[in-house]
């Protein structure tokens, strides 16, 4: 079922039984949460958080996680740059992670692609290699259209780039409009009630079923990674904050056709077994990209930089050294 059709069917519930919507106090904050390398900025109005491994004056690379994803997602993938000399940039997309959640925030793709820019300006940074997965490769998709110049190679891990109905064929009910598809209207991030429907909704078995349906195998899940990836849920705002994101942001993403005449080098990594973001919408963002460089993965999901780490990180070092 759809996302928002669920929220609407639970706030209609909760309102029929008069359940009350106040919030419970949360102690925990971004602070607490943050990992040792980590740090916040303000960028555009909004803070957002980020860490950096590697050498100060090494090539740099930015990572831009997916839709509920973190800097957690990278945690491997930051070592591993740094180790081989770049400079690696993980951040918290708004309103995702520790970053900020406020709902009068703009959440769109233009505005996510600007926090990017944003942040690299605070660090510095001209030009970078970027690496979006699933709905980061949105981001980074939209990034190469708005800042050409500052993007020196794009990296697509699942990237969620014009994805269609037709691409989840009989998941269409299921994976695909769970994660791709959802209705026009979304409800109000300041109503209470449509906070409580969320929370409702998201609960920790959600989280963990989300994780699941991601890998083809979930043996590499393990109690850390899911307690680390479901910090999100643990800040107060996380609902508000979200329902913004439903507001603003479009989880297909951007037509793929519209990257035609973008002729930075890519590569386009995929899991023949994604059944979020599927084969199909790699293939049409392939067969658009003048410079592409196209890698599937035999029995591999959606989070490839876990399932299959090892070979994913190779090729991304090849790519990124490559001239």
């Not at 970027?130 to 490769?137: A, D, E, F, I, K």
């Amino acid at each position: 079922m759809r996302i928002r059709v669920l929220l609407v069917g639970l706030m209609c519930f909760l309102a029929a039984v008069g359940v009350s919507a106040q919030a419970v106090p949360r102690p925990v904050t971004p602070q607490d949460l943050a990992d040792p390398d980590g740090q916040f900025v303000e960028i555009n109005g909004a803070s957002v958080y980020y860490r950096v491994r590697g050498p100060q004056d090494g090539p740099p690379v930015l990572l831009l996680h997916g839709f509920l994803g973190s800097t957690v997602s990278w945690d491997e993938t930051l070592g591993i740059l740094a180790d081989a000399g770049y400079r690696a940039v993980a951040f918290d997309r708004p309103p995702f992670g520790l970053s900020d959640k406020r709902p009068e925030l703009d959440y769109s793709l233009e505005a996510q692609a600007a926090v990017t820019a944003g942040l690299m300006d605070e660090l510095g940074i001209e030009s970078a290699a970027l690496v979006g997965h699933s709905q980061g490769g949105a981001v980074v998709a939209q990034f190469a259209l708005a800042y050409p110049g500052r993007a020196e190679k794009l990296v697509f891990v699942a990237g969620a780039v014009g994805l269609r109905q037709e691409d989840y064929g009989a998941d269409a009910q299921d994976t695909g409009q769970m994660f791709g598809f959802m209705d026009d209207a979304a409800p109000n991030p300041n109503s209470p009630l449509a906070r409580l429907a969320l929370r409702a909704l998201f609960t920790s078995g959600f989280t963990r079923d989300l994780l699941e349906r991601s890998m083809n195998n979930s043996d590499r899940m393990t109690p850390a990674m899911l307690e680390r990836s479901a910090a999100f849920f643990r800040l107060p705002g996380w609902e508000a904050g979200l329902l913004a994101f439903a507001r603003d942001g479009d989880l297909r993403g951007i037509e793929a056709e519209r990257l035609a005449g973008v002729e930075t080098p890519a590569l386009l990594v995929w899991g023949e077994a994604d059944r979020f973001v599927p084969v199909s919408v790699g293939e049409r963002l392939r067969d658009v990209l003048p410079n592409a460089t196209w890698i599937v993965y035999p029995d591999v999901g959606h989070i490839l930089m876990l399932e299959a780490g090892e070979q994913f990180h190779a090729d991304l070092l090849a790519f990124l050294g490559g001239t």
